[in-house]
């Protein structure tokens, strides 16, 4: 390919030189990206997640996400954000 150095230029990650190496389509499903790392939210996980949140929501003095990170063991505080903000 001609055009190879120009992607030596915008390397994104260690998967991405991995791939661009050993080939096009070399990785798994999924494999070499965040998202397969991250584990998806249960229904019961996010259903848990809004009880927390109605719970904390009207105590002002503390920050709420650190009220709910005490309840989700595994979850880390910016994970527990985006799914709020989502839901």
Same mark, same amino acid.
Do not use: C
């Given at each position: 390919? #001609?055009?190879? /150095?120009? &992607?030596?230029? /915008?390397? #994104? ?5 991995? %791939?661009?190496?050993?080939? *096009?389509?070399?990785?798994? &499903?999924? &494999? ?12 019961? %996980?996010?259903? %848990?997640?809004?009880?927390? *949140?109605?719970? *904390?929501? &009207?105590?002002?003095? %503390?920050? =709420? =996400? ?22």
């Amino acid at each position: 390919n #001609k055009k190879a /150095f120009v &992607e030596l230029l /915008f390397w #994104k990650s260690p998967a991405a030189i991995r %791939e661009m190496t050993e080939g *096009y389509g070399s990785l798994g &499903e999924g &494999e070499g990206t965040a998202r397969s790392r991250v584990p998806p939210w249960t229904p019961q %996980e996010e259903q %848990e997640l809004r009880e927390l *949140y109605w719970k *904390y929501k &009207e105590v002002e003095v %503390e920050d =709420i =996400i650190t009220n709910i990170l005490s309840h989700l063991p595994g979850r880390t505080r910016k994970q527990v954000v985006k799914q709020l903000v989502r839901l």
